[in-house]
């Protein structure tokens, strides 16, 4: 989770945000649970009239962010900038090489599991890729399905051509 969710995730349940600690991970996780969802809400349904997206989309959206499309120069580099400090890396970077630089955005809610973003495999190699996923034994299976899935992307486009797949 990005340092800006995370604040807005503190303030919502009474806590001044601070610096990353187990402490108050553990707490800001506790609050966390002891909200209720509304199970009625728009983002827990399933038609596509809420405020979703698709994987063909958010590969859209990086495709046009990496060709300068939809901010300034300034902007597109602040935005790719932030993409790439992302802390949650369970999923997409999980298995990669270290050499491999990704930037990336979760998405949790309930039972659904999402990382979309920027595969720099190399000088010459740039995947987009977006894995929506749902229904998983537990977070932490989920997690490793979406890595696997990543790292065998990664392991074919290292056996072809130089090029951008999205």
Same mark, same amino acid.
């Given at each position: 989770? %990005?340092?800006?969710?995370?604040?807005?995730?503190?303030?919502?349940?009474?806590?001044?945000?601070?610096?990353?600690?187990?402490?108050?991970?553990?707490?800001?996780?506790?609050?966390?649970?002891?909200? $209720?969802? %509304?199970?009625?809400?728009?983002?827990?349904?399933?038609?596509?009239?809420?405020?979703?997206?698709?994987?063909?989309?958010?590969? $859209? +959206?990086?495709?046009?962010?990496?060709?300068?499309?939809?901010?300034?120069?300034? !902007?597109?580099?602040?935005?790719?900038?932030?993409?790439?400090? $992302?802390?949650?890396?369970?999923? +997409?970077?999980?298995?990669?090489?270290?050499?491999? $630089?990704?930037?990336?955005?979760?998405?949790?809610? &309930?039972?659904?599991?999402?990382?979309?973003?920027?595969?720099?495999?190399?000088?010459?190699?740039?995947?987009?890729?977006? +894995?929506? !996923?749902?229904?998983?034994?537990?977070?932490?299976?989920?997690?490793?399905?979406?890595?696997?899935? &990543?790292?065998?992307?990664?392991?074919?486009?290292?056996?072809?051509?130089?090029?951008?797949?999205?």
């Amino acid at each position: 989770m %990005d340092v800006t969710t995370s604040d807005l995730l503190a303030h919502s349940v009474g806590l001044t945000p601070e610096p990353y600690s187990q402490s108050y991970a553990t707490e800001l996780h506790k609050r966390l649970s002891s909200e $209720q969802f %509304d199970p009625n809400n728009r983002v827990f349904q399933t038609h596509t009239e809420t405020n979703t997206t698709t994987p063909n989309e958010m590969n $859209q +959206i990086y495709e046009r962010l990496l060709a300068g499309e939809l901010l300034s120069p300034s !902007s597109t580099s602040i935005a790719l900038d932030i993409l790439s400090r $992302q802390h949650l890396n369970r999923r +997409i970077p999980r298995y990669l090489p270290k050499s491999v $630089q990704v930037l990336h955005k979760t998405g949790s809610l &309930a039972d659904h599991l999402n990382d979309a973003g920027i595969i720099r495999i190399d000088d010459h190699n740039t995947l987009i890729v977006s +894995i929506f !996923s749902r229904g998983h034994a537990s977070t932490e299976a989920g997690e490793d399905d979406i890595a696997h899935i &990543a790292n065998r992307a990664v392991q074919i486009i290292l056996n072809q051509s130089s090029h951008t797949i999205v």
